[in-house]
């Protein structure tokens, strides 16, 4: 840390903007209308935010309108718009201890992570995608020689993104950056539980050199601004990520508007399976621990239905018994921190109530299982995990969304494959084992989008990102993230 006071310190004087930024200018909402954002970690009022509701939509999206006809962005050189890019990348990293304190203080993660994973993701998308986009050529389709048939990709127009509280900073960036390589403008709606950051990245690009109105942000709850985004006529697309639930109605708004295209990132509950052919079981299970509790469990991908071969789940249960407590929560602004606070109340109801359904399904909980910390008045819950756990419990069947675990047992490779698979979503899964066949016959079976082997959680902005199944469409991150935000045209010339 570069500046001599504490975080804690640094935290006292954090007073965030929470207006809109629609058009290039901080806004208050149409209506004149806020609501009080708090923090998860000791509760204390953070600011008010503007409600954005379909008036505010519906600037932000005249705006984003304009920007994308007048050509101001889109008809940009790929160069040009690079570097734009490139130095909005250079912004954020510049920014970055101001944007680390106020995810931290917004959604409860631990400040280190929010630096040296929040912050550094974020940044690393931005600059990778300003980088690929003057170096991706366009198409000539192999027609007779009568003809030259050129299929060019064209940017969208208006893109929006409505996006959650997890991974607030990141998951903009996966939307925003190919959305405004590509030549897009962008109506971003941040979370109602964590929209800060999403108003500083819009001003850092302004200060960047992004034109106004090429990327607006309209903070607000999901069924007011979020609702006027996806039903909005003259949005050509979606870029969702969040829960399955939600993901639907994306759908049904798109059916009720103008067929926009819905890309949907959704929820997860991926296996990780363990076999008795892979020698260190230690590691996987402190693999296990450390990818499960980071984020408090609040990540889409956390493998939260652990599959152990009945040979060696008692040596790998004892270990991770051993490694939980490891994670037990702490202070977020403490520097030394790896599990933090939990969203907000209601999420530490869901993440209690799925503790509770365990034990009343009968399954063992092994280490963690309570609330801590309350006297602070933020949302803590102990790292937890249950053992003796059926796949069709409650607790391995719906996303938990907070630091919970379920080891299940199995006797073969067949059964293996049938309980991973078992599941509405698949987002990712992971295979443990020492013979090469098994490996890659086991990664073949799994229905995800993501299959680790002995790893997860090995990430990195150049492969793609999503799901099978309920867990989602469309592809976050690599160069196939283009395919969302831009139209493929064919340009027919016949040649006499
Ligand atoms: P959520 O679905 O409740 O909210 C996501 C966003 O949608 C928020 O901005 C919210 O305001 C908005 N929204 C809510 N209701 C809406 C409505 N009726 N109309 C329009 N917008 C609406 O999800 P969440 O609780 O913020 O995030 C957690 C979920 O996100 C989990 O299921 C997690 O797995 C998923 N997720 C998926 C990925 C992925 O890449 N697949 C990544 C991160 C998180």
Redesign the pocket.
């Known amino acids: 840390m570069t500046s001599s006071l504490s975080w804690a310190d640094r935290a006292a004087q954090v007073r965030p903007d929470g207006r809109a930024v629609i058009a290039g200018q901080r806004v208050a909402s149409v209506a004149g209308e806020t609501f009080a954002k708090h923090s998860p970690i000791d509760g204390r009022f953070l600011a008010d935010v503007a409600r954005g509701q379909a008036a505010d939509v519906d600037a932000a999206v005249r705006a984003a309108r304009q920007a994308f006809d007048d050509g101001r962005w889109a008809a940009r050189a790929p160069a040009a718009r690079k570097r734009v890019l490139q130095r909005f990348a250079e912004l954020i990293l510049g920014a970055k201890e101001e944007l680390a304190l106020l995810e931290t203080l917004d959604m409860g993660k631990p400040i280190q992570y929010a630096l040296s994973v929040d912050v550094a993701s974020t940044a690393r998308c931005i600059q990778w995608y300003a980088e690929a986009i003057d170096k991706v050529y366009d198409e000539i389709a192999p027609t007779p020689r009568t003809a030259l048939a050129l299929i060019t990709r064209e940017p969208m127009g208006v893109v929006g993104a ?6 607030p900073m990141i ?1 903009a960036a996966w939307k925003l950056g190919p959305a405004l390589a590509a030549g897009n403008s962008v109506v971003l ?5 964590s929209p800060f950051t999403a108003l500083r990245l819009a001003e850092l690009a302004l200060e960047a050199g992004l034109p106004p109105g090429v990327f607006n942000v309209v903070p607000g ?3 007011e601004a ?2 006027a ?2 039903l909005h006529m003259d949005v050509d697309a979606i870029g ?8 639907r ?2 759908l049904d ?1 798109a059916g009720r508007s103008n067929l926009k295209r819905v890309y949907n ?4 509950k991926s296996a990780f399976v363990v076999f008795d052919d892979y020698a260190d079981v230690a590691r996987a299970a402190k693999t296990l621990a450390g990818s499960m509790f980071f984020n408090q469990g609040e ?2 991908n956390a493998p939260s239905r652990v599959l152990v071969h009945e040979k060696v789940a008692d040596e790998f249960v004892a270990v991770l018994q051993a490694e939980a407590p490891k994670y037990a929560p702490g202070h977020p602004l403490d520097p030394k921190t790896v599990l933090g606070a939990l969203v907000d109340d209601t999420q530490l109801r869901t993440v209690l109530g799925y503790i509770e359904a365990g034990h009343a399904e009968g399954a063992r909980c092994v280490s963690g299982g309570r609330q801590v910390m309350a006297d602070t008045g933020g949302y803590y819950v102990e790292p937890t995990v249950f053992d003796g756990v059926d796949n069709r419990m409650k607790i391995a069947r719906e ?1 938990i ?1 907070g630091p919970v675990t379920s080891v299940i047992r199995f006797s073969d490779e067949a059964q293996a494959i049938a309980l991973a698979n078992d599941s509405a979503y698949g ?1 990712q899964a992971s295979v443990w084992s020492d013979h090469l066949n098994r490996a890659h016959r086991v990664a073949r079976a799994l229905r995800a989008g993501t299959i680790h082997v002995n790893s997860y959680d090995e990430d990195d902005i150049t492969v793609p ?3 099978y199944k309920q ?2 469409n469309g592809r ?1 991150k690599s160069l196939h993230a283009f395919d969302k935000y831009t139209e493929l045209k064919t340009t027919w010339v016949r040649l006499d």
């Open positions: 409505i996006v959650p509280w997890n991974y998951m709606k941040p979370s109602e539980k709850y999901g069924h979020g609702e985004l996806a969702f990520t969040g829960s399955t639930r939600v993901g109605r994306m708004y990132e959704l929820g997860g990540s889409c996303e969304f987002l990102f999503g799901g867990s989602g976050d």
